[in-house]
């Protein structure tokens, strides 16, 4: 809801499907919240500095129906690519630099242990846990209390 620096945002129909799909409106004023794709350069820089032992990745679900995924692996600014946190100050002037990965195009709603995810799905995690350097813990694929995977 709020502004400041966001350098995965997607001001474009995949930032819209991502609302839309993930329901991602404010609960009390119903504007659109900012989406984007997953940023693992700040996670892993919210992981070290907070000592996370494990990650919870929700709302799988809403990248079911995508043909290609992305995920923020780095940032470039001025020709250069850094894998690392710049100072808050410099945030707003980088660009993201992208992995693509292939989608699922299946649904992932109805998978209630890691196995149960489609291959590209687990793929992606797996992926995503690499690049955070923290080991996933719980995945959820749905708003329900037995959409949670513990994994």
């Known amino acids: ?13 995949d930032g819209k499907r991502l609302q839309q799909v993930g329901d991602e409106y404010g609960a009390t004023t119903k504007r659109p919240r900012r989406c984007g794709w997953l940023d693992t350069v700040i996670i892993r820089y919210g992981a070290t500095l907070n000592g996370y032992t494990g990650i919870a990745i929700t709302k799988l679900d809403v990248l ?15 020709g250069v690519t850094a894998t690392e946190m710049p100072d808050t100050f410099d945030l707003g002037t980088v660009r993201a630099v ?16 890691w196995d149960d995810l489609p291959r590209n799905a687990q793929a992606y995690l797996r992926r995503v846990q690499e690049l955070v350097e923290v080991p996933i ?15």
């Open 64 to 78: 079911d129906s995508f043909e290609k995924i992305k995920i923020c692996k780095a940032y470039e600014r001025d």
């Open 1 to 13: 809801m709020g502004g400041g620096p966001f350098p995965t945002e997607l001001l474009d129909q």
């Open 137 to 151: 813990k719980y995945v959820s694929v749905g708003p329900q209390r037995e959409n949670m995977i513990v994994v």
């Open 98 to 113: 992208y992995e693509e990965w292939e989608g699922w195009k299946e649904p992932s709603t109805k998978a209630r242990k």
